[in-house]
């Protein structure tokens, strides 16, 4: 052990046979060896802690670019859908003029349907 190690513990160990006047009498000790325990859950806590975040740190960057891949296929995806509908509501919009009776007879068969917004 170091002088200054050594010195540390004699001065806790002095300061434990102290006995503070009207305190009631408490086993410094056992309190000075809990509180050891507690430091070292605390000091497994904070490793713990710190591998995860690294961890977190080296995955970040992947799961970027994937969760960026993710967005752009979705806004393409949307795209598509929104040039399928319209072009759906171009031969709607066809028939309707092409055949009125048979395209208002056929529309009177089926259930209302929602449209794009939602809206019956």
């Known amino acids: 052990m170091n002088t200054n190690t050594q010195a540390a513990q004699d001065s806790t160990e002095d300061s ?27 000091r497994q806590l904070l490793e713990t802690l710190s591998l995860s975040e690294q961890e977190s740190a080296a995955l970040f960057p992947d799961m970027s670019k994937s969760l960026v891949s993710h967005i752009t296929t979705l806004q393409q995806l949307k795209g598509d859908l929104q040039d399928i509908f319209s072009r759906i509501r171009a031969l709607k919009m066809h028939f309707r003029n092409e055949y009125p009776d048979i395209f208002d007879y056929v529309q009177s068969l089926h259930v209302e349907e929602l449209d794009d917004d939602g809206n019956i």
């Open 16 to 42: 434990l046979s102290k006995v503070v006047p009207g305190a009631p009498e408490v086993n410094m000790s056992k309190t000075l060896t809990l509180q050891k325990e507690q430091a070292e859950i605390y």
